[in-house]
């Protein structure tokens, strides 16, 4: 009985803090702008910018 209210106490005081595990970058990595020189674009395939033609 004693085991089993300190694993659940254990379980109640980390649940907050593995739920914050992902922190506050969560998604920012897919919503940076990538910003290229004149005269070239972003290549999402290469993803790197290249230059435009014509």
């Known amino acids: 009985m004693k085991t089993k209210t300190v694993l659940v106490a254990l379980a109640l005081t980390l649940a907050p803090s593995l739920s914050l595990a992902m ?12 910003s290229c020189a004149d005269g070239t674009v972003y290549d999402a395939g290469s993803k790197s910018c290249v230059s435009t033609t014509g």
Do not use: I, S
């Open 23 to 34: 922190g506050c970058n969560y998604g920012k990595h897919e919503q940076q702008a990538m």
